[in-house]
């Protein structure tokens, strides 16, 4: 018997329809790259082109001084001990806004009287502006006629009673509080997604066999919201080292730059003292802690995860 050997044949050539899908693609993508480009690519591009120069922002007068802003940058006092508070602010943000809105997602997601009237309560932060947030809190925490003074002092507890912006040893932890207020709302309504999607045989299966519900909380339902709980740590990380505004209003980075962030330096850098380059640096400063920080963050949060 011989054998026949069939001839190899060519792998078929891409069509005509496919060639006029891809075009199709990329016609639909264009316009989003081109925005992307304009508005996001562009600006990151100039503004690390203007950390290499000292400029005021006005007329023809930058001038180029290589890696000057960047080394005086590495040596600054000011930004260090901002750089420090932002950690701070993460540190506690995701230790406090997490945990609270994983609670309230739980507990919320478990009641059945009034919890439509309790979501709405507990969503009402996330839709007031963080200036008029600021300005409320500033005005609670007004060291003669605040409203918390005032409550301290009505239980005589007058030796509680502080100046609690104008301290340099309180107004961090005050921003920082109203910060957690204002996010933990935001954290909530995200784990309650992770929640809702989660399959009630699960849950119904532990039970069955005799699971209490710290157990089923700890053995199943954390493991299945792991990805969320990521994707929240990331966001709070990132939030915390960008914050901006409500410290801005709050304390405007004072007393003695107590609550200063890296965000407020920037903006009194360019802003107040009309240095361009510097402020650019500080910004420039500012976009790689942050993708370093996220990137790290989101590559240890994998390598512990776990499997439900």
């Known amino acids: 018997m011989s054998l026949i050997s069939k001839p190899h044949t060519a792998a078929p050539t891409r069509t005509r329809l496919h060639q006029r899908q891809d075009w199709t693609a990329a016609a639909f993508i264009a316009p989003a790259m081109v925005v992307l480009a304009l508005f996001l690519l562009y600006p990151l591009v ?5 950390s290499f120069v000292n400029w005021n922002g006005l007329g023809n007068t930058a001038r180029d001084v290589g890696l000057s802003n960047w080394l005086d940058l590495s040596r ?46 507990y969503v009402l932060p996330l839709l007031m502006s963080s200036v008029a947030i600021g300005t409320v809190f500033r005005d609670l925490y007004d060291p003669n006629f605040g409203a918390i003074n ?22 961090l932890a005050s921003v920082i509080a109203v910060v957690c207020w204002q996010s933990v709302p935001f954290y909530m309504l995200l784990f309650m997604a992770g929640l809702s999607s989660m399959p009630d045989e699960l849950r119904e299966a532990a039970t ?26 990331v966001l709070s990380l990132i939030g915390s080292l960008r914050y901006f505004d409500l410290v801005y209003v709050m304390t405007g980075g004072g007393p003695s730059g107590s609550s200063e962030v890296m965000a407020t330096y920037m903006y009194r850098t360019v802003f107040s003292a009309f240095n361009i380059g510097y402020g650019a640096a500080v910004s420039s400063a500012m976009f790689l802690i942050v993708v370093v920080a996220a990137s790290a963050a989101l590559r240890l949060s994998r390598r512990y995860q776990t499997e439900v």
Do not use: E, M
């Open 46 to 50: 100039a503004n690390f082109r203007l």
């Open 76 to 121: 600054d006092a000011v930004f260090l001990r901002a750089l420090g508070n932002n950690a701070l602010l993460a540190v506690f943000s995701i230790l406090i806004q997490l945990p609270l809105g994983l609670l309230l997602a739980v507990t919320l997601s478990r009641a059945s009287r009034g919890s439509v009237a309790l979501r709405i309560i």
């Open 150 to 171: 005032t409550a301290l002092r009505s239980l005589h507890l007058d030796g509680l009673a502080q100046d609690w912006l104008g301290d340099p040893r309180f107004a």
């Open 208 to 233: 069955l066999d005799g699971a209490s519900p710290r157990v089923i909380f700890w053995r199943i339902t954390l493991p299945f919201l792991q990805g969320t709980v990521r994707t929240a740590a």
